[in-house]
């Protein structure tokens, strides 16, 4: 069986020592008041939250699935959803970084950011169903009318209501610019919208009373290509103007996906007669207003790995102490049973180290990467907040594709230590596997997040915003290059630190030649910038835990062992990833259509 203990100590770990977030958030009036009791209080509930309500509900949600009813086109979650939906609403999670002024806590995302990484190890099928909200609701506080804000967000903040984004059809996925579907203006302000919408997450279920859903849609005479498409957004059931339901929208579930994982969430096929929608933002500037619910919505994503990551990892470990198997080469480690604990061989502490090695360093990352979010959002000086935006556009795509490629990577070596038993269903790491996998894919492909990091976020300006990330890791290297003790670590940071730079120009000058030399060498790329992000934050872990691991605390030693492993295994995956990206366009290229 699946294992899940929340990891608050290291949780606590990044958030107070490396990161110290409380002494960030006092630079922020509406997080002043926000101390590390709160924050640790926060999580710890959210914590058994994750562990005690959504967790036991994993395995079997994958196995029972959801069921669609063709005659009322109603979805049914897996049994124990929506009890579990009802506890979550109940204990007011939905809130928790929401605005106040529409009933919500007003705490920040970095906190949010770790409950959700606690509810995707538990249940990620799940924790979708209210996840997607989140991203409807930062979508209409940041573009929404007066109305629709009145309307919408204080349903969406008390979780009475869900949202979702209905943005892929069946001839067009990332390519937003080739969508059909249909938006007639009314005569009283409304729109009519048609069309058909397909992998839409938690599109339709029984968990809450309405479903919010933001449509990209095109008006009559809407410019050709993503410049002429508009975003609406528009309910199951239409809202009354006293707030009441009112009668049974024109959209509505017309097929469920059939999928290889994340069986207990609603992928469905969303069918749009005629719905009745409301224009969100200027029109055909839809994509500029839906890119705040993908953003949110990429970082989402690569949370759902970072908590598969930690659940594999923690289940792998539990089974690896236990499951007898041969003897160490070495000879008998438990001379006392008639095999040694497969922990004892190094190839399996090497699979549970990569787990171990890429929950820490992404859950390191994740973190700086949403309290840059934070500091956007709310910081009072321009230069802080712009800054930080900066910082957010570059290190989002690395957080969708570094950590859902990690993931997969990870759940896998997980199901290997488990051998034949992992690849069964009673264990449970086979789901692991199967969840991760679409990780990878949706929210833009990571091919599509490496595009966008190297064409847009790096070459795109001149590599402003990379240099800007490059000097604070230069600062952090001059700092700490005097230390004896952190040669380890501060030697291959700024080794990989200065290569990044030189391999940047390199592609630059080649995409000026060829801009497919972008294509050819931005997958590699994306992999070693997220590992130089990485080694950063995991250099500053080493130094916190070099100095206090006299306090007789283990956690430090783990630490550092953890960190030594990184940079002895991991980190030199970069060589060979240079060496294939300056490889460029000419492999791939070469071979005539014909003779695939």
Sequence with gaps: MPQYNPPLRDMQFVLHEVMQVTEAFKE????????????????EEGGKFAAEVAFPLNSSGDRQGCTLDRTTHEVTAPEGFKAAYAQYVEGGWPALSCDPEFGGQGLPHTVNQCFYEMLNSANQAWTMYPGLSHGAYEALHAHGTPEQKATFLPKLVSGEWTGTMCLTEPHCGTDLGLLRSKAEPQADGTYKITGEKIFISAGEH??????IHLVLARLPEAPAGSKGISLFVVPKFLVNADGSLGARNGIHCGGLEEKMGIHANATCQMILEGAVGTLVGEPNKGLQAMFVMMNAARLG???QSLGLTEVAYQSAVAYAKERLQMRALSGPKAPDKPADPIIVHPDVRKMLLTARAFAEGGRALAVYTVLQLDKELNHPDEDVRAEASDELALLTPIIKAFLTDNGWIATSHCMQVFGGHGFIQGTGVEQFVRDARINMIYEGTNTVQSLDLLGRKVL???????KAFGKKIAAFVEEEGVR?????FINPLADLGEKVTKLT????MKAMGNPDE???AAVDYLRVVGHLAFAFLFAQQAKIALDKQGSGDPFYTAKLNTIRFYFAKLLPETASLIRTARAGLQPLMAMDEALF
Aim: avoid cysteine; aromatic fraction near 2%; charged fraction near 25%.
């Design 518 to 520: 972008v294509g050819a």
């Design 206 to 211: 029984d968990l809450a009373a309405n479903i």
């Design 28 to 43: 922020m009036p509406a997080f002043a008041e926000v101390d590390a009791d709160t924050v640790n209080a926060v999580l």
């Design 460 to 466: 795109g300006d001149n590599g402003k915003k990379l």
């Design 301 to 303: 994503v690569g949370n």
């Design 505 to 508: 120009m390199e592609i630059g």
């Design 484 to 488: 004896e003790d952190m040669q380890e």
